[in-house]
């Protein structure tokens, strides 16, 4: 039973406009969430976090929301790049799991010049 | 620059033969872990070390071992690799502070196949 749930297996957006990148957990016991981007041939890279506490963090163009009634969260990048086209991972943990980060499957998102 | 390097990036093996996937780190990061993700998948924890300390998922097969001789190596044996333990394997480290929230780092991770 999957904890982290991306349902978007792929997205498809034009240069300069905004993608929007959605994770849906069922665990309330989740505290800390990150995105991941990984290119092919390579291990994940960090790219942005949020705590539970909040309901938005920003980091140049990529901003997390966090939903916690909703159990959902959002990955946006404004403007898209061709070089963001990679795929996100959505991952959780519960600040006392000694780090075990729950991923969800990824969504493979593909920016368009 | 610090990072987490994995070795080799490529490693055939055959089935039943013993193989061993190696993880080093520049970060010295008190925690380090192994990942397995097979393709379309999310990334499984398998294990983890927290200083010397192991932990196992209670669901990782017997089949998979770890060793941590010191701070910066981390070593993953697969002791018979069968054909569906074909995967890319992640290495990655973190630092554990006090309460919740860290960010692990990853290694670029070691493709396994077995003929």
């Known amino acids: 039973d999957q904890q982290v749930k991306q349902n978007s297996p792929s997205l498809s957006v034009q240069e300069g406009r905004i993608s929007i990148l959605n994770c849906d957990y069922t665990?309330?016991?989740?505290?800390?969430f990150l995105w991941y981007k990984k290119y092919p041939a390579e291990g994940p890279t960090f790219l942005i976090s949020?705590?539970?506490?909040?309901d938005k963090n920003e980091d140049g163009r990529f901003t997390v929301f966090l939903n916690k009634s909703a159990k959902h969260l959002s990955l946006h990048i404004v403007p898209s790049q061709p070089g963001d086209s990679a795929v996100y991972f959505c991952?959780?943990?519960?600040?006392?799991?000694?780090?075990?980060?729950?991923f969800g499957k990824g969504t493979k998102l593909s920016v368009k010049p | 620059d610090a990072m987490v390097i994995q070795n080799p990036r490529y490693q055939v093996t055959q089935f039943g033969k013993p193989v061993t996937l190696s993880c080093s780190q520049t970060?010295?990061?008190?925690?380090m872990y192994w990942y397995q993700q097979k393709s379309s998948q999310a990334p499984k924890l398998l294990f983890h070390?927290?200083?010397?300390?192991?932990?196992n998922e209670a669901d990782t097969p017997d089949n998979f071992q770890s060793r941590r001789p010191n701070t910066s190596f981390c070593f993953l044996d697969i002791r018979s690799p069968g054909l569906g333990d074909a995967a890319m394997y992640l290495c990655?480290?973190?630092?554990?502070?006090?309460?919740?929230?860290?960010?692990?780092?990853f290694g670029p991770g070691t493709r396994l196949l077995v003929l």
């Open positions: 990655a480290t973190s630092t554990r502070g006090q309460g919740g929230g860290e960010t692990q780092y």
């Open positions: 665990n309330s016991m989740f505290d800390y």
């Open positions: 949020i705590s539970s506490i909040k």
């Open positions: 991952a959780a943990m519960t600040g006392g799991s000694q780090g075990n980060l729950i």
């Open positions: 970060l010295n990061h008190n925690v």
């Open positions: 070390y927290y200083d010397k300390d192991f932990n």
